[in-house]
């Protein structure tokens, strides 16, 4: 069985310093892995994907991710934040074709003046 | 294209009452998935669909829920005699399939469900 473990509930960053959002998976096969955001009361955003090749993913909003096999970790990063970036960060995994995904239970991520 | 599409946002019911909850995929995405979210958690996946096929459902997915895909096209997800404990978010995505890969979700807006 898969599952996604996000180790901070919270976050809270002052504007204009790096950030960074940490993700562990457990898998038995082969994974696909990816963070979404979610503003309040909307549906979710796909910030980046790891699907194969190199494990240093960009994205979208200037965040970036690396995949780190051997320490199961998709952690995300942002070299200096924005006010706007204040939201909800979502990691997920997926394997097999199905589409089917696994979320983590969330980092809610406040950027402050 | 519009994206995913989902009505309505918001709803609330009476305890008891049934619910049906309509999601508009992106135009040609054979695959199509329903998910809910309850405040402070992540989404959970609740059933998918490969065109009209119901090909997996999750065990959250009680026999008070049941969801269709008739034409291959849009989906509903209906629940029956709703309990305080549905109320949620209902995220609906949908995918293409492609080459054998993993295909990408396009997420909807979500339908808030609230029960009293």
């Known amino acids: 069985a898969q599952s996604v473990t996000q180790l901070d509930s919270q976050v809270p960053v002052f504007e204009e310093a790096p950030v960074e959002l940490r993700c562990n998976y457990s898998?038995?096969?082969?994974?696909?892995l990816f963070w979404y955001v979610q503003y309040p009361n909307q549906g979710l955003q796909l910030l980046l994907k790891y699907l194969s090749g190199s494990t240093l993913v960009k994205g979208i909003n200037g965040f970036e991710a690396e995949f780190n096999k051997s320490q199961t970790s998709f952690h995300l990063r942002k070299p200096s934040v924005h006010i706007s970036d204040t939201a909800e960060y979502f990691c997920?995994?997926?394997?097999?074709?199905?589409?089917?995904?696994?979320f983590g239970q969330g980092t809610t991520l406040q950027v402050k003046p | 294209d519009t994206g995913v599409s989902q009505n309505p946002r918001h709803k609330i019911t009476k305890r008891g009452q049934n619910v049906t909850f309509r999601c508009d995929p992106i135009s040609e995405h054979n695959r199509l998935y329903w998910y809910r979210q309850t405040l402070g958690q992540g989404p959970e996946f609740l059933t998918y669909?490969?065109?009209?096929?119901?090909?997996?459902k999750s065990r959250l997915l009680s026999d008070r829920f049941s969801a269709e895909r008739p034409k291959g096209s849009f989906s509903t997800l209906e629940i029956q005699r709703t309990e305080q404990g549905d109320s949620a978010m209902y995220l609906c995505?949908?995918?293409?399939?492609?080459?054998?890969?993993?295909?990408?979700?396009?997420f909807g807006q979500g339908t808030r469900l609230t029960v009293v």
């Open positions: 669909f490969q065109n009209e096929a119901q090909l997996e």
């Open positions: 997920a995994v997926g394997s097999g074709n199905t589409g089917k995904l696994i």
């Open positions: 995505a949908s995918s293409v399939t492609s080459g054998g890969g993993f295909p990408e979700a396009f």
């Open positions: 898998s038995s096969v082969s994974v696909y």
